[in-house]
């Protein structure tokens, strides 16, 4: 069974911090290290925003309304990836997907995502 279970969601007030957690389960993740993992967000009515990602090999990339403010990191024994948001604003209000992504040369292979996790900036 493939489980991506996201962690860490609440209600915090603008400019606070929040850090997500997503750990991974299941035999299909028994070589953690070769997904690129991410995060994305969704608001009710609007398409899923890649917000950043980072690969086997700790490059990463955000979106440009995260960038400086957020963090993805990534610990391959834990199996778990990470997303540290700092000066959080009203527009950061979405739920949160974690995505594991298996890319074999150029074509996506896997695509694993887990169930969400609301993340609320209000005053």
């Known amino acids: 069974q493939v489980q991506l279970v996201e962690s860490g969601g609440d209600l915090v007030q603008p400019g606070g911090s929040l850090r997500l957690s997503c750990a991974a389960s299941?035999?299909?993740?028994?070589?953690?290290?070769?997904?690129?993992m991410g995060w994305s967000r969704q608001i009710p009515g609007k398409q899923r925003e890649l917000v950043a990602t980072i690969t086997s090999d700790y490059s990463t990339n955000y979106a440009d309304s995260v960038k400086g403010r957020f963090t993805i990191s990534r610990d391959n024994a834990k199996k778990t990836v990470y997303l540290q948001m700092n000066s959080l604003k009203l527009e950061d209000t979405a739920v949160y997907y974690c995505?594991?992504?298996?890319?074999?040369?150029?074509?996506?292979?896997?695509?694993?995502w887990g169930q969400g996790t609301q993340v609320t900036v209000s005053s």
């Open positions: 995505n594991a992504r298996l890319v074999t040369g150029v074509v996506v292979t896997g695509d694993y």
């Open positions: 299941g035999s299909i993740f028994s070589i953690y290290t070769i997904y690129t």
